[in-house]
């Protein structure tokens, strides 16, 4: 299985991105998915979740900014980040919930203020 995050960028403080995670592998719609970041000298942290079913959770810290959403039959799971802070910069990665796969690349935000 590979994960391949893309969507990040250079955005201002209150501006918007999406991201996209593309899973290879026919499993992928069985299995609850996260989006987690990590900031320079930070450990990694999950921010969002995502179940089969479609069920959500958020970290304190992005709720009610952040959206995650998925498309099983494109094996991708999204996350629309809105209201943008500073404090979001980090390489965002996706995973299943279990941190079951290898990690991708992630991607890159960077928020400046």
């Known amino acids: 299985v590979q994960l391949q995050a893309s969507g990040g960028g250079l955005v201002q403080t209150g501006g918007s991105l999406r991201l996209s995670c593309a899973a290879s592998g026919s499993i992928f719609r069985f299995l609850s998915m996260g989006w987690y970041r990590q900031a320079p000298g930070n450990e990694r942290e999950l921010v969002a979740t995502i179940t089969s079913t479609g069920i959500t959770n958020y970290a304190d810290a992005v709720k009610g900014r952040f959206t995650v959403s998925r498309d099983n039959a494109k094996s991708t799971v999204y996350l629309q980040m809105n209201s943008l802070k500073p404090e979001d910069t980090a390489v965002y990665y996706c995973?299943?919930?279990?941190?079951?796969?290898?990690w991708g690349q992630g991607t890159q935000v960077t928020v400046s203020s």
């Open positions: 995973n299943t919930i279990e941190m079951a796969w290898p």
